[in-house]
């Protein structure tokens, strides 16, 4: 009682029906048969505004992204970002070198868009289902292996019914799309396939609507990215605007009770922001606790990717540009690169061993990790670990060059729009962090020279 053998056998299981998961289901189904199981609910229409830069349009040309007559879900062109900090405010404006940065949209529209538009004879969803145990099994065959997942019901009780309580799946191969969730539980997903733990964030959110006039009134950028010791040590304040709705929130690792007052008096009291809530709705004072979106980001790749018969993609590779917490160019690139990948083992019927799959893992790193993702850790390290005090006085620095020299504008907007991130110009950033050295006042530019030095040292190589 209470286990029941899904009726069909799979190609592929994914697991985790977030953006990384459902693109993924979009281009296996195609040509493949597989599985998607969530541990959560079917997907309800929700807000959350993310922002996509123009790199990474190419990886979603099935949405034709910029093309505004045929763009498959609601996009607002991004032209402006504002990045700041407690002293300082820098404008990117996409106008001054005739290029939009990229455009903001809705993370539930994109999801919803790619399950609709599976090929649903070859692909099934099971919500509510989580994966929590997972077994390499052998045949007969010589290296025909398959994975029987066990998943169990995330209904309460009272909803249940005897059959859909544990559900064993049998895949050729399973896709790891479960993003920085419920890490920090043991024996997590991640670590049951044999992968290495991500290091993990808490994420806090809201998102606030309004008419796009009021919005334009309000705020006419599209991203702000502040950072501010008071908010967080460890990561941002974000707010993505999109046509109707911004998200706003920020970054930590405190805890979630923590977080969440820390919220409170940022969306009451702290200033700089209050402008964007005139007419909006809701009031920001009527919020509680449980209406705040809590979530989780992570902070870097991890050593590999692929195993032998699974593979991991997204948020769950780790795959983030880490300063800005960029999910959607890794989601992207690793999907579309997979699904190629799969379909060509499938045509030349050969097995999913990790000597196999090792393709999908060099082609991910050229094409974004080796030099793009890269470039964010090194921003990551430069602003919020070079050991300065008081905290942010770089990144202060950085914003002043911003604003002072068009350079500095010029090598940040072409990181937006430059699709080509295999080539991506390391040495552009090492000009701006050069730049950023020189307009250090004397003192400091002789406590940091060696940390520079050996920062370049170490990043060049
Ligand atoms: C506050 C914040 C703002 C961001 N803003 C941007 C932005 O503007 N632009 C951008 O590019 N990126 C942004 N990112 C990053 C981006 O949101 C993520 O990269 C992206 O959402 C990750 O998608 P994913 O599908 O890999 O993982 P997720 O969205 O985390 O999805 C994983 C899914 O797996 C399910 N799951 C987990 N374990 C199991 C299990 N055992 N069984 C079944 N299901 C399971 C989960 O329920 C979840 O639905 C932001 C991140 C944060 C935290």
């Not at 809590?294 to 902070?299: A, K, Q």
Request: glycine content about 6%; aromatic content about 12%.
């Amino acid at each position: 009682m209470g286990e029941k053998i899904s009726s069909t056998q799979v190609d592929f299981a994914i697991i985790g029906a977030g953006m990384a998961g459902c693109k993924i289901a979009y281009h296996l189904s195609q040509f493949a048969s597989c599985v998607l199981i969530e541990q959560s609910s079917p997907i309800k229409p929700y807000l959350n505004a993310k922002v996509m830069c123009k790199h990474s349009w190419n990886w979603y040309s099935e949405l034709d992204i910029g093309n505004s007559s045929n763009c498959q879900i609601s996009t607002l062109s991004h032209w402006k970002t504002i990045y700041a900090s407690r002293e300082h405010e820098a404008i990117i404006d996409g106008h001054e070198f005739q290029e939009q940065l990229g455009v903001v949209f809705n993370e539930y529209e994109l999801r919803d868009w790619y399950l609709s538009h599976a090929d649903r004879n070859n692909f099934e969803i099971f919500w509510n289902q989580k994966c929590i145990e997972a077994k390499r099994i052998s045949s007969t065959q010589v290296g025909d292996q398959k994975w029987k997942i066990i998943s169990q019901s995330t209904l309460r009780p009272k909803d249940k019914t005897d059959e859909s309580k544990t559900i064993v799946f049998l895949a050729k191969c399973v896709i790891l799309a479960t993003g920085s969730t419920e890490l920090e539980v043991p024996n997590n997903i991640q670590s049951v396939f044999g992968f290495e733990p991500l290091k993990q964030l808490h994420s806090i959110s809201y998102s606030f609507s309004a008419s796009p006039e009021i919005l334009d009134q309000n705020l006419p950028v599209q991203y702000i990215y502040r950072l501010h010791p008071q908010v967080s040590l460890k990561g941002m304040l974000f707010l993505n605007r999109t046509v109707e709705f911004f998200t706003i929130g920020f970054v930590d690792d405190a805890s979630y009770p923590e977080m969440s007052t820390k919220f409170h008096r940022i969306l009451r009291n702290y200033k700089p922001i209050q402008r964007y809530f005139k007419d909006v709705t809701p009031n920001p004072n009527t919020l509680t606790d449980k209406d705040f979106h809590y979530g989780t980001t992570c902070v870097g790749q991890i050593s590999s990717i692929v195993k032998d018969g699974v593979i991991a993609i997204g948020d769950a590779a780790g795959l983030l540009y880490s300063m800005y917490f960029e999910g959607t160019l890794g989601i992207g690139a690793s999907t579309n690169i997979l699904a190629e990948e799969l379909q060509s083992i499938l045509q030349n019927g050969e097995n999913f061993s990790s000597f196999n799959l090792k393709s999908y893992e060099d082609r991910v790193n050229r094409e974004i990790s080796e030099r793009y993702l890269l470039a964010g850790r090194m921003a990551k390290e430069l602003f919020y670990q070079f050991g300065e005090s008081p905290p942010f006085s770089i990144w202060d620095v950085y914003l002043q060059n911003i604003n002072d020299l068009s350079q500095v504008r010029k090598n940040i907007h072409d990181a937006y729009v430059n699709p080509n991130l295999k080539e991506y110009p390391l040495d552009n950033d090492f000009w701006v962090g050069e730049q950023l050295f020189h307009r250090l006042p004397s003192m400091k530019k002789v406590v940091l020279l060696p940390k520079f030095l050996q920062f370049k040292l170490k990043y060049s190589s």
